[in-house]
């Protein structure tokens, strides 16, 4: 078949794509590669200046269609105040990605309730429920991609420190797997992403940057590839992916080894790289 050109219909309304915390790292990486690849894109974050600056940069390289929403995902009523912001704009969404989060430095109780509770709320709960609210359009229109940012830490034993970050991934995972296979059959694909240490300011955010800067180099991914894996993972139909060959040998290892070995490792491996003990901080998703 020749290839005349875009087709006019996808030019004046293409599909679009919803991501979280998109304002800076993995989420604006996956703003760009939307945007580069034709979506109309709606980008929510807490910090509307950089909303703002990354849709005029996106208007401006690929001619995007881009709305922002600023959200504070902590906030129990944030999920479905951004739909019903949506519906008013009458903006549907074909490809939701659940990307905000953050880590929380320190032990469990080192840190106030409320910090591990929006924590639960940003990371679990407002993926979950986004995916429960904008589901059923997507399978009206027979067409959605979602894409839950994991990690390669829900795969493995969790060292001391960041006490819900590995649980929290772990709890996406199972839900993406889940997900994918009740919509099987209705070109609706559901995959969590599994990237191990990623380049972006995550590790900033999490007081963490002078511990991981040790790390060898080639454990290290950039957030480009990442994403551009990810997003031909979730096209392909993968439930689950980890991008990058040593982080896959990584997974596999650790289910080769003893339950007690395994944790003993990363016990040892933890402290190269997690927080264990840390002051009270408000963390900002």
Not at 167 to 179: H, R, V
Not at 235 to 251: D, H, S, T
Request: glycine letters at 8%.
């Amino acid at each position: 078949m020749t290839n005349n050109g875009p087709d006019p219909a996808a030019v004046s309304n293409p599909r679009r794509a919803l991501v979280t915390g998109a304002s800076a790292g993995i989420g604006a990486e996956f703003a760009r590669q939307l945007a580069a690849s034709g979506h109309a894109l709606v980008l929510t974050a807490r910090r509307a200046d950089r909303l703002a600056a990354l849709a005029a940069e996106l208007k401006a390289a690929h001619g995007a269609q881009v709305d922002c929403i600023t959200a504070d995902l902590a906030d129990p009523h944030a999920p479905a105040m951004l739909c019903d912001e949506l519906a008013r704009r009458d903006l549907a969404v074909d490809v939701l990605i659940n990307n905000a989060g953050y880590g929380v430095p320190g032990s469990l109780i080192s840190q106030p309730w409320q910090t591990h509770a929006d924590f639960i709320q940003v990371l679990m709960t407002a993926p979950t429920e986004l995916a429960w609210r904008l589901l059923p359009g997507m399978r009206e229109r027979h067409y959605g991609r979602i894409v839950n940012l994991a990690s390669l830490a829900g795969h493995v034993p969790a060292p001391a420190g960041h006490t819900l970050y590995a649980a929290s991934k772990a709890y996406l995972i199972k839900f993406s797997q889940a997900l994918a296979l009740e919509n099987r059959g209705r070109n609706v694909h559901v995959c969590a992403l599994c990237p191990g240490f990623t380049r972006s300011e995550f590790h900033d955010v999490t007081g963490s940057r002078a511990l991981v800067a040790q790390m060898p180099k080639w454990l290290w991914m950039p957030a480009d590839r990442v994403v551009r894996e990810g997003l031909g993972a979730v096209e392909r139909g993968e439930a689950v992916y980890i991008p990058g060959r040593i982080n896959r040998a990584i997974k596999a290892l650790n289910k080769l080894l003893p339950d007690r070995l395994a944790l003993r490792m990363a016990a040892r491996q933890g402290r190269k790289f997690r927080v264990v003990d840390a002051p009270s901080l408000n963390p900002s998703p």
